[in-house]
């Protein structure tokens, strides 16, 4: 059984910094976890995803500012979000595929619940 718990968010000015984490319950080795957000009234977006080789995959509204990083031994993949802007808003969710890496949103299975991160400029 496979569970993604989300934890983190919260409300920040613009320019600042949060770190959301996912708790992976379930999962093994040779898995992508990613990171989506969805803003009110539009449409659910990938923000970044990481391979359990640690490779990492970004969109590019996010590159430079976001970091995703994987703790293996406490199964918990991590969003550093740095430099946050008002249109950061969002629902972020955890999401997860046995099999390498993509930020395909289709081949994500398991998904979280999600955590709001609201930025105010």
């Known amino acids: 059984q496979v569970q993604l718990v989300e934890s983190g968010g919260g409300s920040v000015q613009a320019g600042g910094s949060l770190r959301l984490s996912c708790v992976a319950f379930?999962?093994?080795?040779?898995?992508?976890m990613g990171w989506f957000r969805q803003a009110p009234e539009k449409g659910r977006e990938v923000v970044a995803a990481?391979?359990?080789?640690?490779?990492?995959a970004y969109a590019d509204s996010v590159k430079g500012r976001f970091t995703i990083s994987q703790d293996n031994a406490k199964n918990t993949v991590s969003l550093q979000m740095n430099s946050l802007k008002p249109e950061d808003t969002a629902m972020y969710y955890c999401?997860?595929?046995?099999?390498?890496?993509?930020?395909?949103?289709?081949?994500?299975?398991?998904w979280g619940q999600g955590t709001q991160v609201t930025v105010s400029s």
């Open positions: 379930g999962v093994s080795s040779n898995w992508c």
């Open positions: 990481i391979y359990t080789s640690g490779s990492t």
């Open positions: 999401a997860a595929y046995p099999g390498t890496c993509s930020l395909n949103e289709r081949r994500f299975i398991y």
